[in-house]
């Protein structure tokens, strides 16, 4: 199985800044996409930033400037740097990622995966 395990959510001042990980594990092959989500009580999860299956960097507009999501191939670990955060930021905050693993019979198949969420809250 591939897991996704997610930490660095906590609570924060406006203005502040947290860093969220995500640490990849499990029997992974290839990442197609990886990114972090986010989802208030009562609305729908949506995106914050991700590396995208086409290569390419996206980021919710609300968080553009803000946020900085990166990567460490070597350690499996996908980050989010949160800056100047704001009331509006508070969220549960998911990593998701999607790709090809190694199948328990061998050969491949594609997963998709979430991880458990962590919590930030922006206090004002």
């Known amino acids: 199985q591939v897991q996704l395990v997610e930490s660095g959510g906590g609570v924060v001042q406006a203005g502040g800044s947290l860093r969220l990980s995500c640490e990849v594990s499990?029997?992974?092959?290839?990442?197609?996409?990886i990114g972090w989500y986010r989802q208030v009580p009562g609305k729908m999860r949506e995106l914050v930033a991700e590396?995208?299956?086409?290569?390419?960097?996206n980021y919710a507009d609300s968080v553009k400037g803000r946020f900085t999501i990166s990567r460490d191939n070597a350690k499996n670990m996908v980050y989010l740097q949160m800056n100047n955060l704001k009331d509006e930021d508070t969220a549960v905050y998911y990593c998701?990622?999607?790709?090809?693993?190694?199948?328990?019979?061998?050969?491949?198949?594609?997963?998709?995966?979430w991880g458990q969420g962590t919590l930030v809250t922006v206090s004002t």
């Open positions: 590396f995208s299956s086409s290569g390419r960097t």
């Open positions: 998701s990622a999607d790709g090809v693993m190694r199948g328990t019979l061998g050969g491949s198949r594609s997963f998709e995966v």
């Open positions: 499990g029997r992974v092959l290839s990442i197609n996409a």
